[in-house]
């Protein structure tokens, strides 16, 4: 029997990455449906911008940090497939690091392998990168901020952490759950933080009165009256100023025009054009009116309360934490877009070692389940897009059923999930807390 390695499959992968890239330019020549995402043509135009000399927002619908158009400045001098090579280079990145986490973790090598496979291996995910986009490079640096968080290397994994929420907006939603695992009982001076060992994963039982207790009243009452400790507070202050700092530089540079269109529009961005979210034919129906504050805070507090939940449940166990906190963050925004799915992909293969799912079970029917869903979807949105027929009504039901299908399928994964703390309590806080029992 053949086994796969590491090393075997990361070369696989690049070598399919590679040929993916060189097809894209044959297909963008030779037919009609282009292989290059769009976004990829707005990053080089971008790009090029910046090698004139120029504000790279003079290029429309240009609305990312100017971070991405400084990587993708060589487009215009080494070849215009660099920025392909970049984003498929991290997608490969993310693929090592998911490895490395695991490995941290005490996962077997056979079951890190397989889970590394569900990145490299998966059709969208090697897609997306060799088409042009840029997801692949957020999701490096969201696994390596988890990977500091394990080392206990705070200054860099707070510093990483302001950079990426400068790039992209979304991983603010993580701030609640790092904030929540920086806790003195894992983090003590001049020591490196002990990892839980998957071998030593707790029963059904157990873990259900972990969550509970996390949960519990004085439990939250406890994290907030000792919210403020050093640690917290530097993780705080160097995210921050990593984020204002390079935010005030590119608006020193790039002015209003910078503010609205990388941060403030991804903020309150409200989008006409069909897309997965059930709030797309209500804002298509009111799009030339602004959205009333009441209908503004319908939108929001199913957000905020899912993750909120989310958050004070699975804090501690934090891989698993970012990960039903991003599904539930895409299945209920204003906008959804299947770029999207990416955020949560990534972090996939990081709770695979402790579900208790089986595929050939109820695995296979919820993943059926969303492929049909979206499928579903997509078929309506083919007759609108490509056929013009009217059916925007038809896509908001189908909308409405995905979100569905996302619903099941998350609280299948909460229910099959063992629920594992990455930290273990430190020996001087656990003799400090028998002392106060005693």
């Given at each position: ?303 905020i309360m899912v993750q909120l939940v989310l958050v004070f449940r699975f804090a ?123």
């Open positions: 029997m053949v086994t796969v390695n590491l090393k075997s499959l990361l070369t696989f992968s690049a070598f399919l990455r590679v040929f993916l890239i060189i097809y894209g330019e044959w297909q963008d020549t030779h037919m009609e449906v282009r292989y290059t995402d769009v976004d990829y043509l707005v990053f080089s135009d971008a790009a090029a911008l910046v090698a004139a000399g120029k504000s790279p927002y003079q290029r429309s619908t240009y609305r990312y940090s100017p971070l991405i158009a400084f990587l993708l400045v060589p487009n215009s001098f080494i070849h215009p497939s660099w920025g392909k090579f970049i984003f498929s280079a991290s997608d490969l990145l993310v693929g090592f690091l998911i490895n490395a986490i695991l490995k941290l973790r005490g996962v077997p090598e056979k079951l890190c392998t397989y889970s590394v496979m569900v990145w490299l291996l998966n059709p969208f995910t090697f897609t997306i990168g060799t088409r042009g986009n840029c997801e692949p490079i957020i999701c490096a640096i969201i696994l390596w901020i988890i990977i500091c968080l394990m080392n206990g290397r705070l200054v860099q994994a707070a510093f990483w952490y302001g950079l990426v929420v400068h790039v992209r907006i979304y991983p603010i939603i993580y701030a609640l759950p790092i904030i929540l695992v920086l806790d003195p009982v894992f983090f003590q001076y001049g020591t490196k933080p002990a990892l839980v060992n998957w071998s030593s994963r707790k029963s059904k039982s157990q873990q259900t009165s972990s969550c509970r207790k996390l949960m519990d009243p004085c439990c939250i009452c406890n994290f907030l009256t000792s919210l403020f400790t050093w640690r917290r507070i530097m993780f705080g202050l160097i995210s921050g100023a990593m984020f204002f700092l390079l935010t005030g530089f590119f608006f020193f540079l790039y002015g209003w025009e910078f503010l609205h269109e990388a941060l403030l529009y991804h903020l309150t961005r409200t989008d006409p054009r069909h897309n997965f979210s059930i709030y797309f034919y209500h804002i298509y129906l009111h799009y030339e009116h602004e959205l009333s504050n009441l209908e503004k805070l319908v939108s929001f507090l199913p957000q501690q166990d934090f891989p698993f934490c970012f990960f039903v906190q991003t599904v539930a963050f895409v299945a209920f925004n204003k906008v959804m877009t299947a770029q999207y799915f990416v955020w949560f992909f990534c972090l996939l293969p990081l709770i695979l070692p402790w579900t208790n799912m089986k595929l050939r079970g109820k695995g296979l029917v919820c993943i059926l389940l969303w492929m049909a869903a979206q499928g579903h979807w997509l078929l309506w949105g083919y007759l609108l897009e490509f056929k013009g027929k009217n059916v925007f009504l038809q896509l908001w039901v189908a909308g409405l059923l995905f979100l569905a299908a996302n619903t099941f399928v998350l609280v299948n994964i909460i229910q099959q999930h063992t629920y594992s703390p990455v930290f273990q309590q430190s020996s001087r806080a656990a003799s400090k807390q028998h002392v106060k029992q005693g």
